[in-house]
Antibody, heavy 122, light 107 residues
């Protein structure tokens, strides 16, 4: 059974850098045909994809966030990470890490972390 | 980006009702359409992928249909545990995008 768990600071000030980790168990971030993905959901709003990393290490980012976002991984720890620079109150959201299958399986997003509410406030 | 328009935004229904939710992408996405259920304070749960394929463990009262630019999610007989918000998602092109959600509430 694949499990994902987000960890990181939950309260931030504007202009700081948001850093979250996703701890993965039951699967490897460096093998299999999967996209290790970050989503976010502002309070009361819809979901938004932030970006992802394929098992090869290739990354893709939502153009709306590309200039501020970096997704990376540590294969020795079996974790992947999200950094968002220069946060504003608009970045307040629940952040989810998730695993999506590749294009041979419709990119279906089967496994999700429980979510981490990150609040940006002065 | 492909815009996903869901309707209605709210459905008021009773246990046993048949519920239908519609999703209209702004571009043809073939059958690259998924449906999720989300309850307050929890992560989304995948119900259906590739328009009509039921994810493992999802009850058969959930079904999906459509192609191209119009899709539907149907709950054939609403159960108490089905009151939640439902989202459609396209994975045809990146960035993957979601509808704004449909809340199924108690009538």
């Amino acid at each position: 059974q694949v499990r994902l768990q987000e960890s990181g600071p939950r309260l931030m000030k504007p202009s700081e850098t948001l850093s979250l980790s996703c701890i993965v168990s039951g699967g490897s971030v460096s093998s299999g045909s999967y996209y290790w993905t970050w989503f976010r959901q502002p309070p009361g709003k819809a979901l938004e994809v932030i970006g992802n990393m394929y098992q090869t290490g290739t990354t893709r980012y939502n153009p709306s966030l590309r200039s501020r976002v970096t997704i990376s991984r540590d294969t020795s720890k079996n974790q992947f990470y999200l950094q968002v620079t220069s946060v504003t109150t608009a970045d307040t959201a629940v952040y989810y890490c998730a695993r999506a299958r590749d294009g041979n399986d419709y990119h279906r997003v089967e496994y999700w972390g429980q979510g981490a509410l990150v609040t940006v406030s002065a | 980006d492909i815009q996903m328009t869901q309707s209605p935004s709210v459905v008021s229904a009773s246990v046993g009702d048949r519920v239908t939710i519609t999703c209209r992408p702004s571009h043809d996405i073939a059958n690259w359409l998924a449906w999720f259920q989300q309850k307050p304070g929890t992560a989304p749960k995948l119900l259906i992928y590739a328009t009509s394929s039921l994810q493992g463990g999802v009850p058969p009262r959930f079904s999906g249909s459509g192609s191209g630019t119009e899709f539907t999610l149907t709950i054939s007989s609403l159960q108490a545990e089905d009151f939640a918000t439902y989202y459609c998602q396209q994975t045809n092109s990146f960035p993957w995008t979601f509808g704004q959600g449909t809340k199924v509430e108690v009538k």
